[in-house]
């Protein structure tokens, strides 16, 4: 929920109590006073009744405001009570008060009745002032809520749009839109604190994985030249040459890692310029005369339709290392005999390739480490390519379809 | 033929020093800037392999006091920053080529011959090797004279194999050299073994010796007899 509704909400929950509590205690008051001014008027009346002198109260009758008559029976002291009398056809409520008197050695029993016409007139007077006062309320909150959004939690909300735009990624600091409210100042301090501090910890992260990288290649290198010159003597086992290759093989794996982790480290930090403007067509086809003969040892059929040309602004390295890892995975990945199709649209590239793998895992296909069935490879081609597309500004998909594992990379980011 | 390495890594820097003097090389070393600088100055080198990162300074300054100097020695570039930049600038620069680490020494020593060549015989001469003759020029190579057709990749295998002859071929660095290290054939290297036997059958019957011999598990060695 919003913070403006929420507080709408409330403002609307509380002013109902308020004003409900108001108007149920007003009606009492009133209810309480009207009732006190009536009897003071029934006793007036009676008394007017009862001073008058020579009057013959015999059976006097003014229905239905005052009747007298004479009644013998025990009297009970005066006594006022709510009636309802019908006058006419309609029926109303009247206040009476019954009060016994003697005159002349009889007994009158003196009935007096006020009608509380008027007073249900201001209860309802009452109610529409409450009402009427509870929507201007209403409406007032509301204008006022919105203004308040408008002014006050401006800052805030501003604020809020820069963080969601945050990232350690692009390097820009987060400036906090200033506010005079000290809270909001307070909490404008922190957010800068901690984004300055998550974007220096980001980047002292990057260089330590790119320094890590660099120092690894130089031992790298070393072990791989002893091993080959361990190889060279030609003085071992059989035993022991399986032994070494193993080892060699192993050190070969480590350094594709270590360089791949590089690449990626590299790209990451933007350190491939974009400038180059270069033929999409021209790539592919020097790729595939590349890898010409390891598509025909494994006898694929290559099929390439050049629908349009693509001309993007690129790196040359960059995108070499991005084709040549679709066409390669294309061909590693593929079954003896059978077929890979490459199609060139301006802004689409679609690589679909027959394989044994069944359907990959699209979520996990492009992270780093994710391996197929070939435990040996590196797993970090996808990633590679993944991340060369991001920084080409391309999206890259995958879907399995008749049999075939389909690559498009397009300049349509969604 | 002289060559001058310069490499902080003493035991990197003893492996290269060890497998060039093999190929017949007379190689000198140096183990920092400073000692390099002063070798440059004294002597002239054919061939001259700088890594680029030394604990007092860059061997790209060295490159540039070479071109500065027009001193006419071939220069091959090894760098642990894959970066491109540091690329760029040392071709920029002048050098000849640029290795990476961690490299292969096979590929090392490849390259090492084809700036010697192109240096010496300014890339026009014939490598023969028996009946095997290669122009890289063209890239053509004829048997016996008759000419033989090679794929591209069969031409650069042999002419790997050829660069590094009596030496243990893994089928690690021969797939680097062929592909280059962004295709990941981890367990493909079946690849390999098709090539050469293509390459092989393609000799064999142009009327050539089979030079190709298999390494128990670790690859390749082309024997001169």
């Given at each position: 929920?919003k ?10 929950i ?14 009492h008051?009133l209810k309480?006073i009207?009732?006190?001014e009536t ?5 007036n ?13 015999n059976?006097?009758?003014?229905y239905?405001?005052i ?6 029976t ?19 409520e009247y ?15 003196v ?14 007077t009452l109610?529409?002032i ?8 209403l409406?007032l ?10 002014s ?7 604020n809020l749009?820069?963080l ?12 906090p839109?200033k ?7 307070e ?16 980047e ?9 990288s ?23 086992s ?15 794996r480590?350094?594709k890692?270590?360089s ?21 067509n ?6 595939m ?14 099929e390439y ?20 890892n679709l066409i ?11 077929e890979?199709?490459?199609?060139l649209?301006?802004?689409l ?7 044994n793998?069944?359907?990959?895992d699209?979520?996990?296909l492009?992270e ?8 040996s ?13 991001n ?15 389909f690559f498009?990379i397009?300049?349509?980011y969604? | ?9 003493i035991?990197?820097?003893?492996e ?11 190689c ?20 001259a ?6 604990p ?13 100097k027009n001193?006419?020695?071939?220069i ?5 920053k894959?970066?491109?930049d ?10 000849d080529?640029?290795?990476?680490k961690?490299?292969?020494l ?7 011959k ?44 042999l ?31 079946d ?5 050469i ?26 024997l001169?007899?």
């Amino acid at each position: 929920m919003k913070l403006i509704e929420k507080l709408n909400r409330q403002y609307i929950i509380y002013s109902l109590l308020v004003l409900s509590l108001t108007g149920i205690s007003l009606y009492h008051v009133l209810k309480a006073i009207v009732k006190e001014e009536t009897d003071e008027k029934l006793v007036n009346t009676f008394n007017q009744i009862i001073q008058t002198d020579n009057v013959y109260l015999n059976d006097f009758e003014l229905y239905p405001l005052i009747s007298i008559k004479i009644d013998s029976t025990e009297t009970t002291g005066r006594v006022f009570t709510d009636t309802v009398i019908q006058v006419g056809h309609e029926f109303e409520e009247y206040r009476q008060l019954v009060d016994h008197i003697k005159l002349n050695g009889l007994k009158y029993q003196v009935t007096v009745r006020e009608s509380l016409l008027e007073s249900e007139d201001i209860y309802q007077t009452l109610a529409l002032i409450v009402i009427l006062s509870f929507v201007f309320l209403l409406f007032l909150l509301v204008i006022i809520n919105r203004k308040i959004a408008n002014s006050i939690w401006r800052p805030f909300f501003d604020n809020l749009e820069k963080l969601k735009q945050f990232s350690v990624q692009t390097q820009e600091p987060f400036i906090p839109t200033k506010s005079n409210i000290k809270e909001f100042e307070e909490m404008n301090g922190v957010l800068t604190t901690l984004t300055t501090k998550v974007i220096s910890d980001y980047e002292t992260l990057k260089k330590f994985s790119e320094n890590a990288s660099h120092e690894l290649q130089t031992p790298l290198a070393i072990i791989r030249s002893k091993i080959e010159a361990l190889l060279e003597e030609n003085q071992l086992s059989d035993n022991q040459i399986d032994k070494v290759h193993t080892i060699y093989k192993t050190i070969n794996r480590l350094s594709k890692i270590n360089s791949g982790l590089l690449l990626l480290t590299k790209i990451e930090n933007k350190q491939y310029a974009l400038n180059e403007s270069i033929d999409i067509n021209a790539v592919l086809v020097s790729h595939m005369q590349n890898f010409k003969e390891l598509i025909d040892m494994k006898n694929l059929v290559l099929e390439y339709k050049n629908n349009s040309d693509w001309t993007i602004s690129a790196n040359k390295s960059l995108l070499d290392i991005l084709i040549s890892n679709l066409i390669g995975n294309a061909i590693i990945h593929n079954r003896n005999g059978g077929e890979i199709n490459i199609e060139l649209f301006k802004g689409l590239l679609i690589v679909s390739n027959t394989s044994n793998s069944a359907i990959l895992d699209s979520n996990m296909l492009f992270e780093r480490f994710f391996k197929g069935s070939n435990s040996s490879s590196t797993g970090l081609g996808l990633a590679i390519t993944k991340q060369i597309c991001n920084a080409m500004g391309l999206s890259i998909k995958y879907h399995f379809e008749n049999e075939l594992h389909f690559f498009t990379i397009s300049n349509i980011y969604s | 033929m002289k060559i001058l390495i310069v490499e902080d890594e003493i035991e990197l820097l003893k492996e290269i020093e060890v497998f060039l003097s093999k190929e017949g090389y007379i190689c000198e070393v140096s183990k920092n800037f400073n000692e390099a600088s002063e070798k440059l100055h004294m002597y002239h080198y054919d061939v001259a392999v700088i890594d680029i990162t030394l604990p007092d300074g860059s061997g790209l300054s060295l490159i540039q006091w070479l071109k500065q100097k027009n001193i006419d020695t071939g220069i091959l570039i090894i760098s642990a920053k894959n970066s491109l930049d540091d690329k760029l600038y040392g071709l920029d620069l002048g050098a000849d080529d640029y290795i990476t680490k961690p490299f292969y020494l096979a590929e090392l020593n490849a390259r090492v011959k084809a700036i010697a060549r192109r240096r010496m015989f300014k890339g026009s001469v014939e490598i023969i090797h028996n009946e095997i003759r290669i122009n890289p020029e063209n890239k053509s190579v004829s048997i016996n004279d008759n000419a033989l057709s090679l794929t591209k990749k069969e031409y650069e295998l042999l002419f790997f194999f050829v660069a590094n002859k009596k030496r243990l071929l893994t089928k690690e660095s021969i797939a680097e050299h062929l592909w280059g290290d962004n295709i990941d054939l981890a367990d493909n290297y079946d690849f390999i073994y098709t090539h050469i036997n293509n390459l092989r059958k393609k000799i064999l019957n142009a009327g050539g010796t089979d030079y190709l011999h298999t390494v128990y598990g670790m690859g390749y060695k082309y024997l001169e007899e």
